[in-house]
């Protein structure tokens, strides 16, 4: 695996930020999620997804061509060992000033090196009274990654979605909290498993949990 870091002190464990910078405003990417694609890899069209991947350059982050997501069975036992293709985040968003800041904070909390790859995951999980709507369909699991961060942007009318960290997938957990939105959870992968509990309605109408996760390396590959 190619090395994504230098020295940082993140690299021991975890790191959770109850809001980032005053310059972030989650509610502004709230229309951004509103067109997101079913995500065709999970049954039940309860989870919508967009994905794209970035480089640490010179020039700044800059956005990759578009690849592919793929996963051994030992991180992904659902979707694990098959390609899965997305489409790639909007182009309005990815000009977005405070998108750009997201993947900055997590290049600079990280250390990422120059070449370093991010995979940026936009993901809605939605729910109706007749149906819960699941996180982490895989269960508890660990990406395959050196670092993960969830970017909490939003919970619309929902119960549950707690995460959790744990050491090993047998233990008890070691962080459990529910992120409301403008908090970030950052993620040694290596280190620690994850998981987030299933979502329901507080009342009788649909609800949804909007949150971006960022991954590096991204876990992309060319075609």
Do not use: W
Request: glycine share 8%; with cysteine.
């Amino acid at each position: 695996m190619q090395k994504v870091f230098g020295s940082t002190g993140f690299e021991f464990g975890f790191l959770f930020v109850m809001r980032t910078e005053s310059a972030m405003t989650p509610e502004a990417f709230e229309p951004f999620f509103n067109d997101l694609p079913v995500d065709p890899y999970i049954k039940g069209d309860y989870r919508l997804r967009r994905l794209s991947r970035f480089k640490v350059s010179r020039d700044g982050i800059v956005k990759m061509p578009h690849g592919y997501l793929f996963q051994p069975k030992e991180y992904n036992p659902l979707v694990g060992g098959i390609k899965r293709e997305f489409s790639e985040l909007d182009n309005e968003l990815v000009n977005f000033e405070m998108f750009k800041n997201i993947l900055s904070i997590f290049r600079d909390f990280c250390s990422l090196d120059l070449g370093a790859e991010i995979g940026v995951h936009q993901i809605r999980t939605t729910c109706s009274p007749d149906s819960f709507g699941n996180p982490a369909p895989e269960g508890i699991h660990s990406d395959g990654a050196d670092f993960v961060c969830i970017y909490s942007i939003d919970r619309r009318n929902i119960q549950g979605g707690e995460t959790h960290l744990y050491k090993t997938k047998t233990g008890k957990p070691v962080f459990d909290k529910i992120l409301y939105p403008g908090e970030l959870l950052l993620i040694n992968d290596r280190k620690f498993f994850h998981y987030t509990s299933p979502i329901q309605p507080v009342t009788e109408s649909d609800g949804s949990r909007d949150v971006f996760v960022l991954t590096s390396p991204s876990l992309l590959t060319d075609y």
